[in-house]
């Protein structure tokens, strides 16, 4: 049978997705293409908790033949029990991107208004578009703090989005000020802290202090599980009894509910892997700013690196010659910049190496 190669996409895909550009994730070389440092998707360098390797095999051989638990009780009992919560309160989802749909399809529809800062995690956008609604970008001001704008009122706002730490800069906003933002704002403030494990506070405590904060966690950063997928929210338990009718029926798997178990009741190896980064980090940033460029003080696992006697494409593509990925970034109306992960010190050693002899 003849196959039709003339199908117009566009009568029968929706507007929304057929405009929109599609995220775009970090750079993942194939399996047979040359071997890199992969210092562009800030994964952790090390490998994870042993006891998640343990609780895998335990679980598989079990067999697979059945449905995961379709809410990961034992990762909301896990969670509960580290931070002092309700169970109730706790929501997991296939990597913090899950929840971030979860979210997003929950409380925004068609025509309504979801706001983010900018620059800033570039799926927020895109997770607007799937829904038809409109994105608001909030400029930071120079020196990453956010402007009182960020929590005007305005028609048709259903979701706040605020990266905390942000991503590219790292830097973060204080916590009275967060709270301050939600207690202003006419819907839900999602505090995205996929890297708030590499800094000094986080916001999971203001949750009950205010029932409009939701905040979202991954295990992919400081659980070096990015492979595994696992994510969580806290949040009012009346917000989580709506998101589990907008959720996959069995979002989560067995391994991976088995996985995030343990490694969230492993507090001596995250405890471990953090000193480590931190230490790392402290030197990734120093010998850049040393190089020459400005470097914000980050909260995270990557550091975001400018300059403005050179452009910054250049050195990203010499490090991609030599084995090395980082993340290239040019944000309209802002600038360019190198965010780089933190790695191993062997990594981190090989890149600095190599970004002095380019200069």
């Known amino acids: 049978m003849q196959k039709n190669r003339n199908i117009h996409v566009e009568n029968y895909v929706r507007p929304e997705i057929i405009a929109m550009n599609g995220y775009v994730p970090g750079e993942q070389p194939k399996a047979g293409q040359q071997q890199y440092v992969k210092l562009n998707t800030n994964e952790n360098p090390y490998r994870s908790s042993e006891k998640v390797y343990d609780a895998i095999a335990q679980t598989a051989a079990l067999g697979l033949s059945r ?62 578009e799937i829904q038809g609604a409109t994105s608001e970008l909030v400029p930071f001001n120079n020196d990453w703090t956010l402007p009182d704008t960020f929590f005007d009122v305005a028609s048709k706002l259903r979701l706040v989005f605020l990266p905390n730490p942000n991503s590219p800069s790292g830097t973060v906003i204080p916590k009275l000020r967060i709270l301050e933002i939600a207690e202003r704002l006419p819907c839900p ?39 595994l997928r696992f994510g969580y929210l806290v949040a009012s338990p009346k917000w989580v009894e709506q998101m589990m009718k907008v959720k996959d029926s069995y979002n989560c798997d067995s391994l991976a509910i088995a996985a995030a178990t343990a490694a969230i009741g492993d507090d001596d190896w995250l405890a471990e892997n953090r000193a480590k980064i931190l230490a790392t980090r402290t030197r990734l940033t120093e010998q850049m700013r040393r190089l020459g460029f400005d470097v914000p003080t980050s909260h995270a696992n990557f550091t975001w690196n400018t300059r403005k006697d050179r452009l910054l494409k ?18 309209p109306q802002w600038g360019e910049g190198l965010r780089i992960s933190v790695g191993a010190e062997e990594q981190t050693n090989q890149c600095l190496n190599l970004i002095e002899k380019f200069l």
Do not use: Q, W
Not at 199 to 215: G, P, R, S, T, Y
Not at 314 to 329: A, N, Q, T
């Open 67 to 128: 449905y995961p638990d379709p809410t990961a009780t034992a990762v909301r009992a896990a969670v509960a029990k580290k931070f002092n919560i309700d169970p109730d309160s706790v929501l997991c989802g296939n990597g913090s991107d899950d929840l971030l749909t979860i979210l997003t399809r929950t409380f925004v529809g068609n025509g309504e208004l979801l706001r983010l800062p900018y620059p800033t995690y570039v799926l927020y956008r895109s997770l607007a």
């Open 189 to 227: 403030l999602v505090v995205d802290e996929a890297y708030a494990d590499f800094a000094e506070e986080h916001c999971i405590d203001l949750v009950e202090k205010c029932n409009k904060i939701i905040v979202c966690r991954t295990l992919s950063k400081s659980y070096a599980l990015a492979g």
């Open 314 to 331: 250049p050195i990203y593509e010499y490090l991609k010659i030599h084995g090395i990925l980082v993340r290239y970034m040019d944000y």
